[in-house]
Structure formats: C-alpha cells, structure tokens
C-alpha cells in the first residue's frame, strides 16, 4: 500500500508540474512563440497562432494594396492603338462604362469582356458604321502604333485602306456610263471579221466590255485560258481517280503528286544504266558484282535498314563502276560498303556510325579509305543522288492496282531478286517495279495451280494508264523476273531467299504460288521465246 500511494503521488505532482507548464506557456509571451513553430497537433497552436494570424492578415492587407495599385496602372503584354478603361472608373461594381464617341465596336466589345471590369452575361455591343471616302486628297487620321506593333502592322493597315478605298469594278463599274459601254461594245462587233452565232462564241464577246474609271476606259478581256490537266483530273473510260480522296491529306499532295512522278520518269531516262555497264572493266566481272550486292543486302538486313537504302546503294554501285573502269578487285568491296554508307545518310533518319561499316568489313578497310571513297564516288556521279528507286514508283502502282499487303511484299521481293541479277541493271527502276507488281498480281489473284500462262486483264487500265506501260512491254520482264523467283531456292546467293523467308517479310519466298503450274507457264514461255 505504502508503494501504491508513493506511486501515484508521484503521478499527481508529475501531472501537476505538466499543468504549470502548460498553463506558463499559454499565459506567458515568449519570443518562442514568434520564432520557433509549434508540434503538428499541440495544444500550443492556438495560443501561437493568435499573434502569427494577425501579422498574416496585416501582411495579406498591405499585399492587396499594392495589387491593386499595380493593376491600376497595368498595361496588356501586347500593346494596341486601343485605350483601355482605367480600373475604377466604373459607376457600378459589376457594370462598364458605355463606349466613348470615338472608339470602335471592337474596343468597346473587347473593354466589355475585359476580366478587370466584372461584366454581367448580358452584353450589349453597339453597332457602329464605317464610311469609306474615295477622296485621296482628304487626311484619313491613322491610329498610331506603339510598342510591340511591328510594320507588318503597318503595311496591312495601308492594304487594307487601298482595298477598302479601290473603286468597285464590275457590274456596279459597267452601270456608270452605259452609253460609252454601248458605243464601245458596237464598235468591238464593227472590227470582228465574222459574226459567229454560237452561243459560246457570243458569250466570249459578251465579256469584251469596257469598264471605265474616270476619263480613261480600261477594257478587260475575259478569255478561256489553256489549263493543264493533270493525270489525276482526266476522266478517260474505267480509269480511276486514285487521288480523289487524299485531297484532305496533306502529306500525301495529290494536287502535285502527278508533277513529281513526271519529274522521276524524267530523271531515270536521263540517268540511265547502260547495257552491259561493265564491259570496260578489267578486274570486276558480273559474277563479282552479284557477290558484293548479295553481302550489302546481309549488312542491310542486320542493320534494320530501309528498303530504299539498299535500292539506292545498288544505283551508285552500278553509277560508279559505270564511269570508273579501272575499278581493283581488292578496292570492289570498299566501293560497296561506301555506297552503303551514302545511302544510309540520304535515307536513314538515324545512320549507322562509319565505325560500324569498319567493323562489318572485319577491318578490311579503316575510316580514312571509306571518307577518300566517298569523294571518288561523289566525283564520279557528279553529286547527284536523285535518281528514282523501284520502290518510289511500286508504291505508286499498288495504289492503283489496289494492291493488298502481302501482293506489295511479293513485289519488293521481286525487285531485290532483279538488283542481283547483271542483265537486269538495264531496265529503267519504273519498269522492274511494274513488272513485279504484274507477276505478284498473276500469282496471287489468279489460279497459280493452272498453267495457263499471262493474262492481261490483271493489268488494268487504270495501272496501264498510271504506269504508262502496257501488258505487252511488261512481259519480258516479268518472264525474267519469274526465272529469278522460281530458282532463288537452288541459287548460290541465297541472301535475299533467306531474307524473306522471315515472318518480318510475311514468309513469302515460302508461298506456294511461286513454285506452281502458273509460275512454271510463265517461265517456260520465256524458254521457248
């Protein structure tokens, strides 16, 4: 009992000296209490926060004070001829003052919707009428211009004005004076040589009528000017307008597109590929040829390049050894790894380092002869890189064909199978891609179990008419194309047969159609011929 009692005196005088602690901060000021914050949750906060939520509401006062007197005399960030209304100048708290005499609709209209001036949903705009004078003599008083205002600022008000203070010429011109318009009609009808009773021809003269302006008559002829259709715009019998419906993509530029393919079939004639290019060479033979252009096309793959990359590295292969005919044997290789690494930085968005190219050769070459290279074939082609590739001009043929995805990949497969192929370098780029496209439509839409040979009704005559070739000139080329594809699988390059072999390409060096009854037809034709 003794220590029970002893124990919980000990509580009471403990809970007491709390209390007088308590009670001594809450009574007592201290300079603690204006420097040093109180615990999350104490009971302090409320004697502390007395003081501190006077000083705050002072501060809070004065802060608001100084805004206000800021916002008096603020300007826009952008500055106008417009005066806008000081802040207080209102009669009432939530209504603006009317619009002055001389300000415009618009001032008005732009005060009233200010935030500073708390204007009621309803808003009232007065309409105001703008007179124009055609006096030029009369001092029109221009707004002035300040700050931020440019000149452009300037010039457009001064367009704007000449416009605005333009006579109106037309039919509202033709009204003025119709006795000098009948007199001088009569005597246009008096100078033809015949009176033509077409009625076109009699809205021709029609429009042959003098609009006068003051003393002198300006006599505008209003005739049918040449328009230059494009190929898009004719409407031939079961042609297709492809580009009907890209007129709201702007990517696409149907409005030029016509312009630009005649620009490219104009550049691969003037930038051809010779026949038999490598006659002049000495140490390179087509057989080399093939070899380099089958390694570039395992370098391309392992780089996850574009396909107009390895097409364009091709060109400038065969453009190069086309001038230079002292090409070494040992320097072949470096040529077509240079190649490469042009058309990697004409085509890629993220070229691969030239380190990379050192290293794919197994050091064969270093840096140095890569850039020396580089200058020889740029030398050599004249700096020009703008000669088209099969795959600008198929893109535009499987949209006219309508063509699905798996007829496009069998054409790129046709094209790479005919870029390592000598005798196949000759043919211009839109040629090989028509007539890829023409053997994946035979195979893929027609019945590839039956031999029955060519069938020009996959060539229609809106591809006919987008291509410029018809079915007869494609075939030879595409008999050539389907030797190619039907033995790829015995071939000793079997770079792109592999390639394609993927499920990246589709698998379509492994459809059945290019070992069937139709694919044999083909190319049994070309053996007879």
């Not at 802040?87 to 200010?114: D, I, M, Q, W, Y």
């Not at 004078?133 to 008083?141: A, F």
Request: proline residues 4%; positive net charge; glycine residues 4%.
């Amino acid at each position: 009992m003794v220590g029970t009692t002893l124990k919980m005196r000990g509580d009471e005088n403990a809970s007491e000296n709390f209390k007088q602690v308590q009670l001594k901060k809450l009574t007592v000021p201290s300079m603690e209490a204006t420097t040093k914050r109180a615990a999350l949750g104490d009971l302090q906060n409320r004697g502390i926060s007395r003081p501190i939520a006077a000083k705050d509401a002072a501060q809070k006062d004065s802060k608001d004070l100084k805004l206000t007197d800021a916002l008096r005399n603020a300007k826009a960030r952008v500055d106008t001829h417009w005066k806008k209304q000081p802040l207080g100048s209102t009669t009432n708290g939530n209504a603006a003052a009317p619009p002055k005499a001389n300000e415009g609709g618009v001032a008005a209209f732009l005060r009233s919707n200010s935030v500073r001036t708390r204007v009621p949903t309803k808003t009232t705009v007065e309409p105001v009428k703008v007179t124009v004078k055609s006096s030029s003599t009369e001092n029109v008083s221009e707004p002035t211009l300040i700050r931020e205002d440019s000149s452009l600022s300037k010039k457009s008000l001064t367009k704007l004005r000449a416009a605005l203070a333009k006579p109106v010429m037309g039919v509202s011109g033709i009204r003025r004076e119709p006795v000098a318009v009948a007199r001088k009609e009569a005597e246009i009808k008096k100078e033809l040589p015949e009176i033509k009773k077409d009625s076109q021809e009699l809205k021709k003269d029609a429009t042959r009528m003098p609009l006068i302006r003051g003393n002198s008559a300006v006599t505008t002829i209003t005739s049918t000017m040449p328009t230059t259709m494009s190929l898009s715009s004719k409407r031939l019998a079961g042609i297709e307008d492809i580009d009907a419906n890209d007129k709201e993509n702007l990517v696409l530029v149907s409005e030029y597109v016509n312009d630009i393919y005649d620009y490219l079939y104009q550049v691969e004639q003037e930038q051809p590929i010779h026949n038999d290019h490598l006659a002049g060479q000495k140490e390179v033979s087509h057989k080399m040829r093939a070899v380099l252009i089958d390694w570039i096309n395992e370098v391309h793959l392992q780089f996850h390049l574009a396909a107009e990359t390895f097409q364009l590295a091709v060109a400038i292969i065969d453009r190069y050894l086309q001038v230079v005919k002292d090409t070494k044997r040992t320097h072949l290789q470096l040529v077509g790894v240079t190649a490469l690494f042009i058309a990697t930085k004409y085509e890629e968005l993220f070229p691969p380092a030239i380190g990379d190219f050192v290293f794919i050769t197994d050091d064969t070459y270093t840096a140095r002869q890569i850039r020396q290279m580089e200058l020889q074939i740029f030398k050599a082609i004249d700096c020009n890189l703008s000669r088209p590739l099969p795959i600008h001009f198929l893109r535009r043929y499987s949209k006219a064909a309508s063509a699905e995805d798996e007829h496009h990949t069998m054409s790129k497969y046709f094209i790479e199978l005919a870029s390592v192929d000598y005798e196949m370098a000759t043919y211009r780029p839109s040629e090989i891609a028509a007539a890829s496209l023409f053997l994946s439509l035979h195979l893929l839409n027609g019945n590839y179990r039956a031999g029955t040979g060519f069938n020009d009704r996959h060539w229609t005559p809106t591809l006919t008419f987008y291509s410029r070739y018809s079915s007869a000139h494609l075939r030879p080329i595409t008999r050539r194309i389907a030797k190619l594809a039907r033995d790829a699988p015995q071939a000793k390059l079997k770079a792109i047969y592999n390639k394609y072999q993927g499920s990246k390409f589709q698998k379509i060096a492994l459809r059945t159609e290019l070992t069937g009854a139709l694919m044999d037809s083909i190319v049994g034709q070309s053996q007879r011929k």
